[in-house]
T-cell receptor, first 110, second 114 residues
Framework: NAGVTQTPKFQVLKTGQSMTLQCAQD?????MSWYRQDPGMGLRLIHY???????DQGEVPNGYNVSRSTTEDFPLRLLSAAPSQTSVYFC?????????FGEGSWLTVV | DAKTTQPPSMDCAEGRAANLPCNHS???????VYWYRQIHSQGPQYIIH???NNETNEMASLIITEDRKSSTLILPHATLRDTAVYYC???????????????FGTGTRLKVLA
């Protein structure tokens, strides 16, 4: 099993561009989340989903959109990239008492 | 949402116990406390969790105060490989009945010294 797969792993964007970070899981978990981690900082929750068709905002949702049309996929869209969105993005699924993280996506906005 | 507060950094001598504190004074009665750690920039890894009682597993022990306002993660014999950032996390209920989300704190950077 692949677990949680994030793409791309690295991306450089220009200010104002839009892009989508992809997250796919093969564990049939209902719960999925997106976190961002700024240098030297902890993880902050951007958006989360408790099942297909259900999404909600986390701690820092501004500038990001999500959708959950299938159980497997939970893409994160940056609508108009800003330098403040330079960060490492982690997708996660969870079931019971365990969170499963992807390997992270390094995003730089110039 | 319940928040957690942790010291930003700690040092521990190799072979000694590492005691990492966490304050979660606003936690509600049904919210669990979890500990994860992150080595370099990898995804965080599960260590242990608890609600009210103290817990122990092969990696660590978790001591939760009776009023549940704080907890301590104990690594009984720290090794160099335990150098990492340790996160105290609260699992909180969401607006959708029966579901939950995980809120991370800022973490403690533990450095184990040879």
């Amino acid at each position: 099993n692949a677990g949680v797969t994030q793409t791309p792993k690295f991306q450089v964007l220009k200010t104002g561009q839009s892009m989508t970070l992809q997250c796919a899981q093969d564990m049939n978990h209902e719960y999925m989340s997106w976190y961002r981690q700024d240098p030297g900082m902890g993880l902050r929750l951007i958006h989360y989903s408790v099942g297909a068709g259900i999404t909600d905002q986390g701690e820092v949702p501004n500038g990001y959109n999500v959708s959950r049309s299938t159980t497997e996929d939970f893409p994160l869209r940056l609508l108009s990239a800003a330098p403040s969105q330079t960060s490492v993005y982690f997708c996660a699924t969870y079931r019971g008492n365990t969170i499963y993280f992807g390997e992270g996506s390094w995003l730089t906005v110039v | 949402d319940a928040k957690t507060t942790q010291p930003p950094s700690m040092d521990c001598a190799e072979g000694r116990a590492a005691n990492l504190p966490c304050n979660h004074s606003t936690i509600s009665g049904n919210e669990y406390v979890y500990w994860y750690r992150q080595i370099h920039s990898q995804g965080p890894q599960y260590i242990i969790h608890g609600l009210k009682n103290n817990e122990t597993n092969e990696m660590a022990s978790l001591i939760i105060t009776e009023d549940r306002k704080s907890s301590t993660l104990i690594l009984p014999h720290a090794t160099l490989r335990d150098t990492a950032v340790y996160y105290c996390i609260v699992r909180v209920a969401t607006s959708t009945s029966g579901t939950y989300k995980y809120i991370f704190g800022t973490g403690t950077r533990l450095k184990v010294l040879a």
